[in-house]
Nanobody, 123 residues
């Protein structure tokens, strides 16, 4: 079955950086579009970034210029590099996969989800 496993979360200070990884198995990774979502304390799950199979990317306005999504098809892995982190970036981050991906900002557009990983940014 399909599995998405996130790693790389943790505690970081304001202005710091983290790189999240999501390793996929049980699917043809290179054909899938991949996304990152997050759910902050008391908030709904929201779109962060997505990368299509052709490597085109899209970002939420709140992270544009600070976060970078990338993929390594040979390793079945998608990454989220997060720089200049702010306390409001504190959330559980989820990896997701879709084939095809019609509207990357919608949760319902994704077929598979990881369990999530905690990121905490201290002020």
């Amino acid at each position: 079955q399909v599995q998405l496993v996130e790693s790389g979360g943790g505690l970081v200070r304001t202005g710091g950086s983290l790189r999240l990884s999501c390793e996929a198995s049980g699917l043809t990774f290179s054909r899938h579009s991949m996304g990152w979502f997050r759910r902050g304390p008391g908030k709904e799950r929201e779109f962060v970034a997505a990368i299509r199979s052709n490597n085109s990317t899209i970002y939420a306005d709140s992270v544009k210029g600070r976060f970078t999504i990338s993929r390594h098809n040979a390793q079945n892995t998608v990454y989220l590099r997060m720089d200049s982190l702010k306390p409001e970036d504190t959330a559980i981050y989820y990896c997701a996969a879709a084939l095809p991906l019609k509207i990357p900002t919608l949760r319902s557009a994704y077929d598979y989800w990881g369990q999530g990983i905690q990121v905490f940014v201290s002020s």
